[in-house]
Nanobody, 125 residues
Framework: QLVESGGGLVQPGGSLRLSCVVSGITLDNYPVGWFRQAPEKDRELVSCINDPDETTTYSSSVKGRFTISRDNAKNTVYLEMSNLKPEDTAVYYC????????????????????WGQGTQVTVAS
């Protein structure tokens, strides 16, 4: 089970920190991705972090503004979002693969299997 939290309403230029708490599996060796979906738009991969090397990927639209991190001891992945823009408004989801052996890195993010319920982020003045 994946549970996202930390979303909300923020003004342009503001910051939020999203959390994804995972239960039922141990996050060791699992890549974890943050995705978002805005109304009438396709879901997109925002950022992803591998394990154990913790290499990261970011979409071009958020690079330099968002930072992904993980704490395996807490089975939690974070997404720090700063300098938020109205176009960042979306429901944000975290996701992991069914098993690391099937999708061992963020390169396989399109195959991620387990999803949270999402947390709404709204950027507006």
């Amino acid at each position: 089970q994946l549970v996202e939290s930390g979303g909300g309403l923020v003004q342009p230029g503001g910051s939020l920190r999203l959390s994804c708490v995972v239960s039922g599996i141990t996050l060791d060796n699992y890549p974890v991705g943050w995705f978002r979906q805005a109304p009438e738009k396709d879901r997109e991969l925002v950022s992803c972090i591998n394990d154990p090397d913790e290499t990261t990927t970011y979409s071009s639209s958020v690079k330099g503004r968002f930072t992904i991190s993980r704490d395996n001891a807490k089975n939690t992945v974070y997404l720090e979002m700063s300098n938020l823009k109205p176009e960042d408004t979306a429901v944000y989801y975290c996701a992991t693969p069914l098993a690391p052996a099937l999708s061992p890195s963020c390169a396989y993010a399109s195959r991620f299997h387990y999803w949270g319920q999402g947390t709404q982020v709204t950027v507006a003045s």
